[in-house]
């Protein structure tokens, strides 16, 4: 059984998830510095005012960013189903993760939910 490593440029495509756009984001920095509050905010803005708090409260905290942080990024399906099937022809985690860059960690992760789906 041979592995492939993965280079720094062939690392999985993570895609934006449906969040909030930067633009917004950055708009509630500029309101936040305005003085207004998270629930006008919100309403201005056409968010959550429960997303807005949040922000507001990082905002206060020095903690409120204008752009996306890499971690908030998703792996699209293509690259869970490849890790599953890696899995079932018998890869090792190590081996899962040096062929699609995905951390062994995640693998396991998206395995295990597979193997054991949530019934409602």
């Known amino acids: 059984m ?13 895609i934006r998830p449906d969040f ?5 984001r950055r708009h509630a920095a500029e309101l936040f510095a305005h003085g207004l509050g998270y ?3 919100a309403e201005i803005l056409g968010l ?5 708090r949040d922000w507001a409260r990082a905002y206060k905290a ?22 599953l099937a890696l899995r079932a ?4 985690w190590r ?12 693998c396991r992760k998206w395995v295990m939910a597979a193997q054991n789906p949530k019934t409602e």
């Open 20 to 24: 909030a756009p930067d633009m917004k």
């Open 89 to 92: 022809q018998g890869l090792s």
């Open 95 to 106: 081996a899962i993760a040096e062929q699609t860059g995905v951390k062994m960690a995640t």
């Open 2 to 14: 041979t592995t492939q490593t993965v280079s720094q440029s062939a690392r999985p495509v993570r």
């Open 48 to 52: 959550s005012p429960y997303t807005v």
């Open 62 to 83: 020095g903690r409120f960013g204008t752009v996306l942080a890499a971690n908030q990024m998703r792996y699209s399906e293509e690259e869970r189903e490849k890790v």
């Open 39 to 41: 629930q006008k905010t």
